[in-house]
């Protein structure tokens, strides 16, 4: 299993002969239009023309910098029906719109897989979140989380979201996870930002309650989203990772377009 850090929230998984992308976004910004909105601290580590094959991408819910217009149509452009794109409930014509026709929309705890990769199952599971992208849609798309469940390895995708009892009946249904993929940043200020985006000290308790053997953090270090020092979280993490009597091993972070092995028979790094 390998995982690799393309900034943000999007991860190239590498698992069970399947290589798919979280909520991949390739633009220099994380809004509708690409002259003003939050800008990328640090460019996209490669091109999409330089991926490779890509089998699946999984979508977590609509906000600007996790579907990205131009991403889709420059994936789709590439891949086409060979894609398989799993998404939210709701996304399903907004995909289609843009031209995707390989689109699977699930509902929370529904399941699908790409075709030809039976063995694998991608789940739809809960987080707590919210959805915009115009001024009239509020809501009307669906947010979550994945977990990828494989005969090998499986894998949990957190997405975007607040500290919630939901990771706990993930961690009982579909734990222990070989790796997950959690959010670290954009948690300031906690009075506004707690509902909707996890601190590095929840982060862990995610960690913990979806019974991750390791987890990898996401969504910092790339956009200016929030009030925190953009690298602080990292900080904050070891902080709280000592709290909870864990190793920075345990829960780890990467550096943009660093790659991490994972070795299947200890479940531990190579």
Excluded at 116 to 134: E, I, L, N, Y
Excluded at 158 to 173: H, L, M, N, P, Q
Excluded at 221 to 245: H, I, Q, S, V, W
């Amino acid at each position: 299993m390998r995982v690799t850090w393309l900034g943000h929230a999007s991860l190239m998984v590498e698992m069970d002969e399947l290589t798919f992308l979280t909520d991949p976004i390739f633009s220099y910004r994380a809004s509708p239009i690409q002259w003003m909105g939050p800008k990328r601290f640090r460019g996209p580590p490669c091109t999409i023309d330089e991926l490779p094959k890509i089998d699946a991408v999984v979508i977590s819910h609509n906000h600007y910098d996790h579907l990205d217009y131009n991403t889709v149509l420059h994936l789709n452009t590439r891949f086409g029906s060979d894609l398989r794109w799993f998404v939210p409930l709701g996304l399903l014509d907004w995909m289609q719109k843009c031209g995707c026709e390989n689109v699977i929309e699930l509902d929370w705890w529904g399941e699908n897989c790409v075709p030809g990769h039976d063995a694998v199952t991608f789940v739809f599971t809960p987080s707590q979140h919210w959805c915009k992208r115009t001024a009239t849609d509020d809501n009307k798309v669906l947010w979550g989380s994945w977990s990828v469940l494989g005969p090998w390895n499986r894998f949990f995708f957190a997405g975007d979201t607040g500290y919630c009892v939901a990771f706990e009946e993930i961690g009982k249904r579909f734990g222990p996870f070989d790796l997950a993929a959690i959010p670290i940043g954009a948690y300031e200020p906690r009075w506004f930002m707690k509902y909707q985006h996890v601190s590095p000290e929840e982060a862990v308790r995610i960690h913990t309650d979806v019974q991750a053997k390791k987890s990898v953090g996401i969504h910092w270090g790339t956009f200016a989203l929030a009030n925190e020092y953009y690298l602080d979280p990292p900080t904050k993490l070891k902080e709280a990772l000592e709290r909870y009597g864990l190793q920075t091993e345990d829960f780890f972070v990467l550096k943009h377009g660093e790659s991490q092995d994972l070795n299947i028979s200890d479940n531990g790094f190579e």
